[in-house]
């Protein structure tokens, strides 16, 4: 397959440190699980990443702190939790403008900064323009913008720096449903098991929403909210259906080679985000600009009965790639410590001779180690604890009234579930003694991570009384939210 060649041009010689702070690249390569990449699983959709893999560092144990794109990324680029950053209210979460984000920082210590986004949450309505002197969102039919629109326009934006180190953060939604790609990458897995049903499905964002394992709802339509930023947002609350149809309710099963092959979709995403990255770092000199390649989040793809990745704190929506190559990083192999992306912001201000902004407690990835567990905040109201081989999940944490009664909720309360690899048992069954134990050791763990961080108290995005009412009335407002500062009326359509 010729198309598949690697585009990597970088690392012919081996990288020697830059005279100055190096360049700097963030690429976030949405919706990635590290088990579907070639880093990590069965099939090689990721041979660009491999190879850069091989020639710096990989973390096989890296978890992002959020599962869903907004929380995720400004968790990436403050390199704390969400709920520390804005109230973490998913009706009204943004970047405030009072956070330290990566681009400020940088741009501090002398740096040119731009940044390239597919759109999406990823806009400057969330707070993510913020620190960024050229910040560019692409927008299309589907809103979720590729690699095919970001890359280009990073590229020519690197090229036109000189005197100046620069940062560069570049962003693309191609694992991300719609799972359909261009041309020779729309099915390069085959056509087995490519029937109408699947073929429309991978194509609608809100149908494949309608799937609870291999069922197909076809009278369960996801509905949206208006965010208080002013863009429509598709709701949380559709992950609440049950899985089983009603008395009524019509369903449509599909088969083993049906769902292998909405999966297939998936994977071709992959490939073509894959193919985009090799073009990018075939641009770039890693012997005077470090390059750090992740994913915000990975995908359920009906593990767990979802193929989204919001309704679940699982492996198979944080555990995610993380490659860093470049000065300081040449050949360091594979690493198997527990890390999560937090680490992302002190590894390039460390790089850059930076100091630390203020609430960044997370280790620069230069001062190796792992830790005994890693956390994440989902926008389901839920919150998870794993050391690496077994998850805990607590459901209803209250997150935006600050979580307080985890420090005294029993760690077997049939809110929570456990997690053994892919596996995972609600406690409102029979637990083993041994998973008792995991579960009081997880469950002390989070009490610990909940008393040590502060919580935000405040809105992200301002909001008028008129549309916090409406989100009350909808279930997209805590009632224990502080009044934010009055903003303008909600308008216009955005990314779901």
């Not at 005279?19 to 690429?27: I, K, Y």
């Not at 709802?217 to 429509?232: L, N």
């Not at 559709?238 to 309710?249: I, K, N, Q, S």
Request: some cysteine; overall charge negative; glycine content about 12%.
């Amino acid at each position: 397959m010729n198309l598949l060649l690697l585009l990597l041009g970088c690392g012919t010689s081996a990288p020697t440190a830059p005279s100055g702070p190096p360049n700097l690249l963030l690429v976030s390569m949405d919706t990635v699980r590290y088990d579907h990449t070639s880093l990590g699983g069965k099939r090689d959709t990721t041979p660009n990443l491999a190879k850069l893999a091989k020639l710096g560092t990989t973390w096989t144990r890296a978890y992002s702190v959020g599962n869903e794109s907004l929380y995720s990324h400004a968790a990436l680029l403050t390199g704390r939790y969400p709920s520390e950053i804005a109230l973490p209210d998913y009706g009204s979460y943004g970047v405030p403008a009072t956070a330290q984000t990566i681009g400020k920082v940088l741009q501090a210590y002398g740096y040119s900064t731009g940044a390239f986004t597919g759109g999406g949450h990823i806009v400057a309505d969330f707070g993510f323009d913020q620190g960024f002197q050229v910040f560019e969102a692409a927008s299309g039919a589907t809103r979720f913008g590729s690699f095919f629109d970001s890359v280009p326009r990073a590229e020519r934006w690197i090229a036109a720096q000189s005197g100046h180190p620069w940062f560069a953060f570049v962003h693309g939604y191609d694992a991300h449903s719609p799972y359909v790609q261009r041309g020779p990458f729309h099915h390069p897995w085959g056509t087995t098991g490519a029937t109408d049903l699947v073929e429309a499905l991978a194509a609608d964002p809100l149908a494949v929403e309608q799937l609870r394992g291999n069922l197909f709802f076809p009278d369960r339509k996801p509905a949206d909210f208006v965010h208080a930023a002013g863009r429509t947002v598709l709701g949380t609350d559709f992950y609440t259906l049950p899985a089983e149809p009603g008395p009524d309710e019509r369903v449509v099963k599909l088969s083993d080679a049906e769902v292998a092959h909405l999966r297939d979709h998936y994977d071709s995403g992959l490939l073509y985000g894959d193919f985009w990255l090799g073009e990018l770092l075939a641009h770039v000199d890693l012997t005077t600009t470090l390059v750090v390649v992740v994913a915000d989040h990975g995908e359920d793809l009906l593990d767990h009965g979802y193929m989204n990745h919001r309704a679940g704190l699982w492996d198979s929506t944080l555990h995610v790639p993380l490659v860093v190559a470049g000065p300081g990083f040449t050949g360091g192999g594979m690493k198997d410590d527990l890390v999560d992306l937090r680490r992302v912001l002190p590894t390039l201000v460390t790089a850059a001779q930076g100091t630390m902004p203020e609430g960044v407690v997370a280790k620069p990835l230069q001062a190796g180690g792992g830790d005994p567990c890693v956390f994440a905040e989902g926008v389901m109201d839920m919150v998870s604890a794993t050391d690496g081989r077994v998850r805990l999940t607590e459901h209803q944490a209250h997150l935006a009234a600050g979580a307080p009664e985890l420090a005294t909720r029993p760690a077997l309360d049939p809110q929570n579930e456990l997690g053994v690899g892919a596996a995972h048992t609600a406690f409102g069954a029979e637990i083993p003694r041994e998973q008792a134990g995991d579960a009081a050791a997880l469950a002390a763990a989070i009490v610990g991570w909940r008393g040590a961080i502060h919580p935000a108290l405040d809105t992200g995005a301002p909001i008028s009384p008129e549309l916090r009412k409406a989100l009350q009335e909808r279930g997209y407002w805590s009632p224990e939210a502080r009044e934010a500062a009055p903003g303008a009326e909600a308008e216009g359509d955005a990314p779901r």
